[in-house]
């Protein structure tokens, strides 16, 4: 666990129709770590300082530089000056130059561009779960999301995102990037060892295809979303076989693919 900040207080002046006053409130850090891999940088990560190893394993492992844990020799971070050091016990085989052919798709900001690797269709493989789930173990898992996320609560300034069985949250993690929450599920999941097909991912934000794609590389057979998916994200979880839920907002939801898995007894 990270001993940084992941929010701090600040004098912000507070305007309402009627009044206005200064008073301290809490904001969430945001913390760029750069990672090597070897001896060269793979990856600048503007992220929330906590969890730190396991998202590094988890964005290894969804570039696909990584398959498991056991690959990595050893892993240090400094927190202090934001470097991540990774060796790995063999070279990775994927070229530099095939995570510079990118194509730029939706982003929550400047800082992380979203893109679609070649490592994409190594690691992003078809859910291959059998897992069913009631429409009200859908809308309950998504309250249990809202409720316990302490820093959203405080600061309203980062993504959710949960590892479920049908019933109850197994690991949630925040962060200010989706994809950064998503990664360290994915980190956690390889470093404990944790089965994932027959799980689902409840999440904060909207499915888009880089989400959509994460949770292919994670494993989970559903994923819910308070939020809307867009369309390549539908199409590429009917090609991967995930349910894919979205706006699940008062006692209502949308299935948009792989209905199968949605008990409606």
């Not at 969804?62 to 844990?69: D, H, R, V």
């Not at 990595?72 to 991540?84: M, N, R, T």
């Amino acid at each position: 666990m990270s001993k940084l900040a992941k929010t701090l207080r600040r004098p912000v002046l507070k305007i309402s129709a009627d009044r206005h006053a200064w008073e301290d409130d809490e904001v969430v850090t945001e913390y760029p770590l750069t990672i090597f891999l070897g001896d060269e940088e793979f990856a600048t990560i503007v992220c929330t300082p906590a969890d730190l190893e396991e998202m590094v394993i988890g964005f290894l492992a969804a570039e696909g530089a990584i398959k498991s844990c056991e690959e990595v020799k050893q892993l240090s971070i400094d927190e202090a000056q934001g470097f991540a050091y990774v060796d790995l016990h063999k070279k990775t085989v994927l070229s530099q130059s095939f995570y510079s052919k990118r194509r730029i798709t939706s982003c929550c900001g400047k800082s992380r561009q979203s893109f679609y690797f070649f490592s994409d269709a190594r690691t992003a493989k078809p859910a291959k779960g059998t897992i069913a789930i009631t429409p009200k173990q859908c809308m309950r898992l998504m309250r249990q999301l809202q409720a316990s996320s302490d820093i959203h609560r405080l600061t309203g300034g980062v993504h959710n995102a949960a590892l479920c069985s049908q019933d109850q949250i197994l690991l949630q993690y925040s962060d200010i990037g989706r994809h950064n929450a998503l990664d360290k599920i994915y980190g956690k999941c390889l470093l404990e060892g944790i089965a994932t097909a027959d799980k689902v991912l409840v999440f904060s934000g909207r499915i888009s295809s880089e989400v959509l794609l994460k949770a292919a590389k994670i494993g989970a057979s559903v994923i819910l979303s308070k939020s809307a998916p867009t369309d390549l994200a539908l199409q590429l979880a009917e090609e991967l076989n995930i349910t894919a839920v979205g706006f699940i907002r008062n006692d209502r939801m949308n299935v948009y693919t792989h209905a199968q898995r949605i008990a409606l007894g």
